[in-house]
């Protein structure tokens, strides 16, 4: 053995302040963003001023003209906000709505169910499958994961929102987890019959999944929706036009740079010179990024906008992301709690990312289950429809091609009994 140095030239990712801060900001919604300012304005004696927003602008959505850094100075607890959220489901029955408010005070601190579905029932006096209905509905509400009676439900759910919800995963937990810890690619692979970038997007994602998605909501502050862009037709042509608090402007003190000083002093304003230029440079990278994405998802449904909800076009974080040539993860912050006026009201950005019923059909998952619902509301009510007849009528009215069993799991998704369950609750009720 001998010893010996040895030049080596490698290339290596590192995390800057400058690139960490872009990346923190990217995710922030204008408020958050004009607060995460302020805090460093308070620290660095050149900022002067920071202009986000015209308060008269700010009253079309709020209703009143509050002081800007007010805003969020309330807080709901995580059994406040669900119970808000509940109202925002389409739940049929008032008996089942009351099941799921018992279901969210059931919830530990952690957003898990703590109690069994056979002492929910009994509580509120339904069936088994009745409150396995209600559970749906409470799994349904955000952050996934809420309403799971374990950590292996939870990771599947929040799973399954990402749209990575294989048939193995049960066997994945239970025996070959380690293959996850290990991020052991190419052995996952081979084990379940994927591809190696089915498997790497699993770990990835798997990674990204919270263990306890109650502390999501811990202590959150009132969230008042105000949109970063509006879309809106003129001359018969459709425009995005981004409201002034999207990139606020920061004003410096050239007086306090021009005095005379010791170089202890000179030196502190120097830094926080450069503070102020990283930070004007992470705003502008949010606002070009932010505006690339926007303008992509509001070309890709512009059917949307003339048309309404049966026009939305699949659409995903990858189809951005290859457009953009971006990381998924990057499209992913980039419109995290980002908000759109437009005609039908004020729009989370991600309710436009739709998912396909099956790939290469170039239908969104949401509009078949907006025919399924259509389709059962106008029924007979002593006839109601199996989910075999429903297929061959979005086939016959919509020209949408689906299983029968894809329609059962939509019909579910919306909360709708099977047709034996509901000619039963109307014969019932004209008895």
């Known amino acids: ?113 703590d109690i069994t579905l056979e002492d929910w029932a009994a509580n509120c006096q339904l069936t088994i499958e009745e409150t396995e209905q209600a559970l749906s509905y409470l799994q349904a509400l955000d952050p996934p994961g809420i309403g799971a009676r374990n950590l292996q439900e939870c990771i599947q759910l929040q799973l399954k929102e990402m749209d990575c919800d294989y048939p193995f995963l049960e066997d994945l937990f239970e025996h070959h987890l380690v293959l996850i810890a290990e991020e052991d ?68 003190r050239d007086d306090i740079l021009q005095m005379d000083m010791p170089k202890e002093g000179a030196d502190f304003l120097k830094e926080k010179k450069k503070e102020v230029e990283m930070l004007e440079q992470a705003i502008q990278y949010r606002g070009k990024t932010l505006e690339q994405v926007l303008r992509i998802i509001v070309n890709k449904q512009l059917s949307f906008f003339e048309e309404g909800l049966t026009a939305l076009k699949p659409l995903t974080l990858q189809d951005i992301a290859d457009t953009l040539d971006l990381h998924v993860s990057t499209i992913s912050r980039t419109i995290s709690h980002k908000y759109l006026q437009t005609d039908f009201g004020i729009l989370r950005v991600k309710y436009l990312l739709q998912r396909e019923t099956r790939k290469g059909e170039g239908i969104a998952r949401v509009v078949v289950k907006q025919y399924v619902h259509q389709i059962i509301a106008d029924e007979d009510p002593g006839h109601p429809l199996s989910d075999e007849k429903i297929r061959m009528k979005l086939e016959e009215l919509y020209q949408v091609y689906v299983a029968r069993r894809t329609v059962m799991k939509y019909r579910e998704e919306l909360g709708i009994l099977s047709s034996s369950k509901r000619k039963r609750r109307t014969n019932g009720s004209n008895d």
């Open 1 to 113: 053995m001998q010893q010996s140095l040895v030049l080596k030239q490698a290339l290596s990712w590192k995390m800057n302040q400058s690139l960490h801060q872009s990346i923190e900001i990217l995710q922030l919604s204008g408020i958050e963003l004009y607060d995460y300012v302020q805090k460093i304005a308070e620290e660095n004696p050149l900022i002067e001023d920071i202009r986000p927003i015209d308060q008269q602008v700010l009253s079309q959505f709020h209703g009143e003209t509050n002081a800007f850094e007010n805003m969020n100075a309330s807080k709901k607890n995580m059994y406040e906000q669900l119970k808000e959220n509940v109202y925002m489901l389409s739940i049929p029955e008032d008996t089942l709505k009351q099941a799921v408010f018992f279901g969210i005070d059931s919830l530990n601190e952690n957003g898990y169910l």
């Open 185 to 252: 690619v190419s052995a996952l692979a081979e084990k379940y019959a994927i591809t190696e970038d089915e498997a790497s997007k699993l770990i990835t994602n798997m990674k990204l999944c919270h263990p306890n998605p109650g502390k999501l909501l811990e202590q959150e502050e009132t969230e008042y929706i105000i949109p970063e862009a509006a879309v809106f037709k003129e001359h018969g042509e459709w425009q995005l036009s981004f409201f002034n608090w999207s990139s606020p402007t920061i004003q410096i």
